[in-house]
């Protein structure tokens, strides 16, 4: 079974200043998708990043961007020139590509502090 | 707009009693999926369903019900059986195999 591991419970970042959330999983699928999902307060998902596996370029949107190690099995997001509406919950989640079950596989989360 | 809705934003529950959660979309998705929150915690899969009047369990069914009659809503029945049913409740859709899911802003369910 797959499996999604975010060995940091909590990032802290200064305004303006770049920090980077990791991300790793475990799979015996070659095909599948990664996501970043950010939660704020109002606890609404958020779909920050996606990344095909298949893909070997980097996922790029805004001041966000992955690093994806395909060998390694790590799925980093950086956040640039960071904001305070940056603050939330960040989620990294995994789906397997053929399957049209699309069951996400979430892993625990990361709650990022964006200080002024 | 198209998009997701689930009410109640707020439930609350007394012992011994079923409440249901709605969820419904008009994006026209196949597929929906039920998430189950708890703090400090990532979402967990409670049911799923890929086409009418079929669903399959997920990792965490027991306590639970679901059922999908119509493409558009797929309500989740938190049934006295589960006895820890404070979290927060999230539906989903699915409509493409290049496409991420659309969630909906969720249901916090506690006890009285």
């Known amino acids: 079974a797959q499996t999604v591991t975010q060995s940091q419970p909590e990032m802290s970042v200064q305004e303006a200043e770049t920090v980077t959330l990791s991300c790793t999983y475990d799979?015996?699928?070659?095909?599948?998708?990664l996501f970043w999902y950010k939660q704020p307060p109002s606890r609404q998902m958020i779909l920050v990043i996606r990344?095909?596996?298949?893909?070997?370029q980097n996922a790029t949107e805004n001041r966000f961007s992955v690093n994806f190690q395909k060998a390694a099995k790590s799925f980093s997001l950086k956040i640039s020139d960071s904001q305070l509406g940056d603050a939330a919950m960040y989620f990294c989640?995994?789906?397997?590509?053929?399957?049209?079950?699309?069951?996400?596989?979430f892993g625990t989360g990361t709650r990022l502090q964006v200080f002024p | 707009d198209g998009g997701i809705t689930q009410s109640p934003k707020y439930l609350f529950r007394k012992e011994g009693q079923n409440v249901t959660l709605s969820c419904e979309q008009n994006?026209?998705?196949?597929?929906m999926y039920w998430y189950r929150q708890d703090p400090g915690q990532g979402l967990r899969l409670i049911y799923y369903?890929?086409?009418?009047?079929?669903?399959q369990k997920g990792d965490i069914a027991e306590g639970y019900s679901v059922s999908r009659e119509k493409k558009e809503s797929f309500p989740l029945t938190v049934t006295s059986a589960q006895k820890n049913p404070t979290a927060f409740y999230l539906c989903?859709?699915?409509?493409?195999?290049?496409?991420?899911?659309?969630f909906g802003d969720g249901t916090r369910l506690s006890i009285l």
């Open positions: 989640a995994y789906r397997s590509a053929p399957y049209n079950t699309d069951k996400l596989i």
């Open positions: 799979t015996s699928e070659s095909d599948y998708y």
């Open positions: 990344q095909e596996a298949y893909k070997q």
């Open positions: 994006l026209n998705h196949d597929a």
């Open positions: 369903s890929q086409i009418v009047n079929d669903f």
């Open positions: 989903a859709s699915f409509g493409y195999s290049n496409q991420p899911q659309h």
